[in-house]
């Protein structure tokens, strides 16, 4: 099962840039990187970058990070994918693009 990463572009940089990083602000602050399924990525991107151009949809394979990546209560009771290490640039199955248009952020068709 894939799971997705929103980065934005200077966080997508460092990850390529150091191979791995703690993530966003938010994810340091909480302990652990913060990740979507493929049913909650488009509302986690509306709601928590909505105005934000140049923004990257990463994918990763879930079964691929281990013990680390634990399915904790969020949003309205869902089950969200948390990893409680880094994320690293070898786990990216692959990255894309999420460019912002008139009616929010663009998402590729094909996400699998």
């Given at each position: ?14 990850l ?10 938010i ?45 904790e ?6 089950l ?13 199955r ?5 460019p ?6 663009m ?5 699998t």
């Amino acid at each position: 099962m894939l799971i997705y990463k929103i980065l934005r572009p200077g966080e997508w940089a460092a990850l390529q840039q150091t191979g791995e990083t703690m993530g966003a602000p938010i994810d340091v602050s909480d302990g652990y990187v913060h990740f979507s399924t493929l049913e909650q990525v488009r509302e986690t991107t509306a709601k928590h970058f909505s105005d934000e151009p140049g923004l990257f949809v990463l994918a990763f394979d879930a079964d691929m990070l281990g013990d680390a990546l634990k399915w904790e209560p969020s949003r309205g009771g869902a089950l969200f994918p948390h990893l409680y290490a880094p994320l690293r640039l070898t786990d990216v199955r692959w990255s894309r693009p999420l460019p912002l248009g008139l009616g929010g952020h663009m998402f590729p068709d094909d996400m699998t």
